[in-house]
C-alpha cells in the first residue's frame, strides 16, 4: 500500500555535517527496510517519508561530478570567510549554503508517489516556481540545466534556486537550495554548480527587500504537498 504520508521537520540553523549525518541515518534506515520487504515479502514494513527545511552556516558542498577548480578558495581563506567544504554523495557540482537560504532535504521511498528520477526533479523545480509566482515573479527552467531560474531565455538569466540530489532503490535524499535572503557575495568564491557565465539572485534581491523566510517555507511546503499528492503532518 503507497503511504503518501510526509513527516516535516524544520531543523533550523544546523551545522552542514550533522545535518548530513542526521539525513544518512533516515536514508540508510529506509533503504534497509526496503531491501528487508524485498527479501522478505511475508513480513512488510512500511516506510515513512521525510521532507526536511533547513538553514546552514556558510557552507561550500561539491557533488560526485564537481571539479575541485571550481572552489577559489584554498584553506586559510575559507578559514577568513568562516566557511566550510564538504565533498559528498548527490549529483551535480559544488554550491553554496549559508544562512537565509531554504535547503530542502525530502527523504521519500518513490514508490509512494513515482519512480522516475527526472520527474522528481522537475516537480521540485516546479513547486519553487510556484512559489516564486506568489510573490509576482516568473521564473522556469534552463534547457540543459537543473534548477529553477529567472530570464532563462535571455542573457539575463540567473540561477535562484539549485539542486542536486542522491537516489538509491527509489529513496531520495540531499535536494534543493533556494536563495530568499542569501549573502550572494558567498557565490563569488566558487563556479557555482560548474556555470562560470551565469549570475546568481536571492529572492531578496529580486523584491528589493528582505523577505519572510517563514512565509515562504509555508508556501513552498504546500506547492510540495500538492505537486506530490502529499498528507504532510508533523
Sequence with gaps: MKNTTVKYQDWGLVDYQQAWDKQEEIFSSTVAIKTKNRNEPENQIQTENFLIFVEHPHVYTSGKSGKPENLLLNDHQLKDKDATYYKINRGGDITYH??????????????????????????????????????????????????????????????????????????????????????????????????????????QRELGKIVNIEEVKENLKNHISVLFGMNITK
Excluded at 535571455?154 to 537550495?177: D, L, P, Q, Y
Design 98 to 203: 549559508g544562512p537565509g537560504q531554504i535547503v530542502g532535504y525530502p527523504i521519500l521511498d518513490l514508490d509512494h508517489f513515482f519512480t522516475d528520477i527526472h520527474l522528481y526533479l522537475r516537480t521540485l523545480e516546479e513547486a519553487v516556481i510556484l512559489t516564486l509566482k506568489d510573490y509576482g515573479i516568473e521564473a522556469g527552467r534552463y534547457a540543459g540545466y537543473t534548477g529553477v531560474w529567472i530570464d532563462a531565455d535571455n542573457e539575463k538569466a540567473r540561477k535562484i534556486c539549485a539542486m542536486g540530489v542522491r537516489c538509491s532503490r527509489w529513496v531520495t535524499m540531499h535536494g534543493f537550495a533556494f536563495n530568499v535572503n542569501t549573502d550572494l557575495d558567498y557565490f563569488k568564491n566558487i563556479v557555482p554548480c560548474g556555470i562560470d557565465d551565469k549570475d546568481v539572485t536571492s529572492l
